[in-house]
């Protein structure tokens, strides 16, 4: 038998900035200082959030919340290298990723309290609504990409999702989509290791997410999900090509998930410490600081200012969240339909007259 081979494939992986917080210069994206504070100021903040969320539902001020803490650099170093003008399609990890895209804090809060009105975005953001149902958002964003590459706009759609979700149909039909019609989308699966409780090992027999990109004819690269530089460095690649009309990428961000699956989860039933511990030592957060330090760009003074402005920021967020005024009940029958028919007309008059 004679082998004839097709393609021989390797996946590209990407880390700039190690655990001990050290660089490799040649791969350094271009960031200037001030870019790296504001790198560093929003990881804070997206922290900060998620902590005060995890409070809120614990004291019965929120029905439930998920956390990303572990995915900051993740969601922060993607949603960075888009322009204000550009689409995400958030799922409902995506806190950090919507805190980067000015996304307001207390909307959020709104949303996870059970209020669907947080999910009203700005009328000058560009951001979809938080996706609930697993992986139902990637076939939607190759969509939006779709739309601005017949109106000839420059803009790019960047869409979220777990490893979980790389198993459904959505996943593969959005970057079938994708590849064909050659769209400006970025496809971002935040690896944190596991579906609630199944783990990566579990729901793909392939080694990585980036090589299914293969398959559809798309550029892929994994990239240390812990490292903001290398998450920055390679989306920032993937937007100017998506830009360029050079078509969409997948980018696996490899990473772990620090907290439960949700409030109403306990991971300690499914997870080992030892592993825990492990991933800690990987911390975004931890090994930006150790390099900032080394890089005279943080002192004790600096981090002790950031972390007391987002505390009182994050703090007037939950005022506001706290304080939003409670909705009407004719909203049960006013948003139904474009317009109301007869039914919803006498529905309403009765709600209106009490
Ligand atoms: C269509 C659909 N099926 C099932 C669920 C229940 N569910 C919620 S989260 C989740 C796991 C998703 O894991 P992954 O995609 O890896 O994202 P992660 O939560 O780890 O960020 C499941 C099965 C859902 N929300 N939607």
Not at 6 to 18: H, T
Not at 87 to 97: C, E, L, V
Not at 141 to 168: H, R
Not at 170 to 194: K, R, S, T, W
Request: glycine share 6%.
């Amino acid at each position: 038998m004679v082998k004839k081979v097709i393609k021989n494939f390797e996946i590209e992986y990407l880390q700039v900035l190690d655990e001990s917080g050290k660089i490799d210069e040649k791969l350094m994206p271009k960031l200037t200082d001030k870019q790296i504070k504001e790198l560093y100021e929003l990881m804070i903040l997206a922290r900060t959030f998620d902590d005060k969320g995890f409070n809120l539902q614990r004291q019965g001020r929120m029905g439930s919340f998920l956390q990303f803490k572990g995915q900051e650099a993740s969601q922060v170093g993607t949603a960075y290298a888009l322009e204000d003008k550009d689409w995400m399609f958030p799922m409902y990890r995506s806190g950090a990723a919507l805190i980067a895209r000015k996304y307001p804090i207390h909307m959020i809060y709104l949303y996870y309290g059970g209020d669907e009105r947080g999910l009203k975005c700005p009328n000058d953001q560009n951001n979809f609504p938080i996706s609930i149902p697993v992986g139902t958002q990637i076939s939607h964003a190759p969509g939006c990409a779709w739309a601005s590459k017949l109106k000839k706009e420059k803009d790019v759609t960047m869409v979220y999702f777990g490893d979980g979700a790389s198993s459904k149909a959505d996943f593969h039909e959005g970057m079938n989509f994708a590849g064909v019609f050659q769209l400006p989308c970025i496809f971002v699966c935040e690896n944190n290791q596991y579906a609630i409780s199944v783990p990566r090992k579990k729901q793909t027999h392939a080694e990585t997410i980036a090589q299914k990109a293969i398959a559809y004819g798309i550029r892929s690269i994994q990239v240390d999900g812990n490292d903001v530089f290398a998450v920055y460095k390679a989306t920032k690649e993937a937007v100017d090509n998506a830009r360029a009309g050079k078509g969409p990428t997948l980018i696996e961000t490899f990473t772990y998930r620090q907290a439960d699956h949700s409030t109403s989860d306990d991971a300690k039933r499914y997870r080992t410490d030892k592993e825990m511990q492990e991933w800690l030592k990987k911390d975004p957060i931890l090994r930006l600081e150790k390099y900032m330090k080394a890089k005279k760009l943080l002192d004790d003074k600096y981090k002790k200012e950031v972390a007391n402005k987002t505390k009182e920021q994050v703090e007037k967020e939950v005022e506001k969240y706290e304080n939003f005024p409670a909705p009407s009940p004719e909203d049960i029958v006013k948003y139904t339909f474009a317009e109301m028919n007869q039914d919803l007309k006498e529905q309403f008059e009765e709600i209106k007259n009490g």
